[in-house]
């Protein structure tokens, strides 16, 4: 779940495509990249790292023109090189960079066809490089001197007959405009809105709806599943839906952990489907145990907080602040490693001993992936002189691997992979878990104001929605990406492509 944003403006974009970076920094921690385009030369910077040290201000000057796309990076796949910052770069046909949200399924065959149909090399082992490379060769395929939105849909629509996955992506056509496309099921999510400036109007499109109002751009609306956007240099806005059989089934885990609250994706506000999420657990503790001891609920900052205000409100209980958050860590769970993670709850959280002192604290988590967070979070609780720990999750148990632009390759590093609740839970270290329900989160995020039907919920039910992932699938996932390989792999290629300012 990396960021991504587009932006085509009345003066220098640089400073707005920055500031969105730092908006959507919670999607990818791991690497950043800016490219801009004035009189057909292009300007890139990009490297690991947050954007805050990534673009200084020698950088920022060099990063001129009203037209650019942007990325925060969150590795799924190759590996956690600078090399695959993106965005990525071809030169033919007019000068492409691309942006990339999500993973393709269908990678190696691509990577093959690429090279041996397509004639064109691949220099890392990102699929998004592979993805601009099937979008290059498809507009190239039009074989026109001057392309015009004709030619950029009907390039979408064999990027979609060709790409399986989950993908968001975001390309500028060197001296044309910004294009922006979201896979047939709509796994990944893309927002663009306008801005009216004394120039004109300028169009932006983004990952979540946050970086449009942070910059000042009304929403116009979602990309749908299989939906392309265009827009030209000139300003002008075109749509087109480019798929065959489009149906909406977004990441139920957006709404989980991976948006920020104050987003709105596919019409759902984060927020209320987090309250939502809160509210439905406190039914099932009501449920399950009308008759509890809970004394005080605790969230597990950050991303709980929401659901957890809830469910004291629903159950009636005192709700306290019993963590206190180091604002100078980022999120534990996209971090590259699992020391890194380990290491980082500690120095990210700190109990409060008076609100655990002699009580029966029920702790909230939005969900429980590795187990990292909530063993230690527990351990502290105890230490902190808690009588009775429990412990709640506002997503169900994840037991299978993510495939679409999560980092959870391996069904071994799931704390919940073949285990009964009980079992998680002493595994833990928790008096009594709780996990949500799935029939009740997809309530809870589709069956507000605006409904969604189907998800992506493959973390929690197994079900991959494109249909193309087998067992064996799974396994080459795991035995390429487990975390004793990841750790391993961290070759420092340099960048073979623009010139990195
Ligand atoms: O079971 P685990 O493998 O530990 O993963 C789950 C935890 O990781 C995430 O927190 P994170 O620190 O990434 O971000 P947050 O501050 O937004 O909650 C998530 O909110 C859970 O707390
Ligand atoms: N999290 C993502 O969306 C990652 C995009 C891409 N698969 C990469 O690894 O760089
Ligand atoms: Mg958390």
């Not at 399924?105 to 998004?128: C, F, G, M, P, W």
């Not at 001296?175 to 169009?203: H, L, S």
């Not at 990309?223 to 030209?232: F, K």
């Amino acid at each position: 779940m990396c960021g991504i944003v587009g932006i085509v403006g009345k003066s220098n974009v640089n400073q707005a495509l920055f500031d969105a970076l730092t908006v959507l920094q919670h999607r990818g921690q791991d690497a950043a990249g800016m490219v801009t385009s004035q009189g057909g030369r292009l300007y890139l910077r990009k490297d690991n790292g947050l954007a805050r040290d990534v673009f200084r201000t020698r950088h920022m000057k060099e990063l001129i023109g009203n037209i650019g796309i942007a990325h925060v990076r969150y590795p799924t796949a190759g590996s956690s090189s600078m090399a695959e910052a993106q965005p990525f770069y071809v030169n033919s046909p007019y000068g492409i960079t691309l942006a990339h949200n999500g993973n393709l399924t269908n990678v190696e065959q691509l990577t093959k066809e690429i090279y041996e149909a397509d004639l064109r090399h691949v220099n890392t082992n990102s699929d998004s490089e592979v993805l601009l490379n099937v979008f290059a060769h498809e507009l190239a395929a039009r074989n026109k001197l001057q392309p015009d939105k004709e030619d950029v849909f009907a390039t979408v629509s064999r990027v979609f007959e060709r790409c399986q996955g989950g993908y968001a992506a975001v390309a500028m056509i060197t001296g044309y405009g910004i294009v922006a496309f979201r896979d047939p099921n709509g796994i990944r999510p893309v927002v663009y809105g306008q801005r009216q400036t004394e120039q004109g109007v300028e169009y932006m499109v983004a990952s979540e709806s946050v970086a449009l109002d942070v910059l000042g751009f009304s929403l116009i609306g979602d990309l749908a599943p299989g939906e392309a956007l265009y827009i030209t240099e000139q300003g002008e806005l075109h749509t087109r839906q480019c798929a065959k059989a489009p149906k909406l089934s977004p990441c139920i885990f957006e709404y989980v952990y991976l948006a920020r609250p104050d987003s709105i994706l596919d019409g759902v506000s984060v927020y209320k489907a987090r309250l939502r999420m809160g509210e439905k657990l406190a039914e099932k503790i009501l449920r399950e145990r009308p008759e509890h001891d809970i004394d005080v609920v605790i969230p597990i900052p950050d991303t709980s907080r929401t659901s957890a205000l809830e469910l004291a409100n629903i159950l009636g209980v005192k709700f306290r602040e019993g963590f206190v958050k180091n604002r100078y860590i980022g999120r534990t769970f996209i971090m590259p490693g699992q020391a890194a993670r380990k290491k980082s709850v500690r120095q990210k959280l700190n109990a409060i001993e008076q609100e655990f002192k002699g009580k029966n604290v029920m702790l909230v988590d939005d969900s429980i992936v590795r187990g990292t967070t909530c063993r230690q979070i527990i351990q502290m609780a105890r230490d902190a002189g808690a009588k009775n720990v429990y412990f709640c999750s506002a997503a169900p148990a994840v037991r299978y691997p993510n495939v679409y632009g999560i980092d959870m390759p391996s069904v071994h590093e799931l704390i919940a992979h073949n285990r009964t609740t009980e079992e998680v839970a002493e595994l833990i270290g928790a008096d009594w878990l709780l996990y949500q329900d799935l029939e009740d989160l997809k309530e809870a995020v589709g069956g507000g104001k605006v409904k969604i039907e189907q998800f992506d919920c493959a973390v929690f039910d197994g079900q991959y929605v494109t249909g193309d992932i087998d067992a064996e699938y799974l396994q080459r996932l795991e035995d390429t990406r487990n975390d004793l390989v990841k750790n391993g792999a961290q070759v420092a290629n340099s960048i073979i492509e623009l010139h990195n300012s």
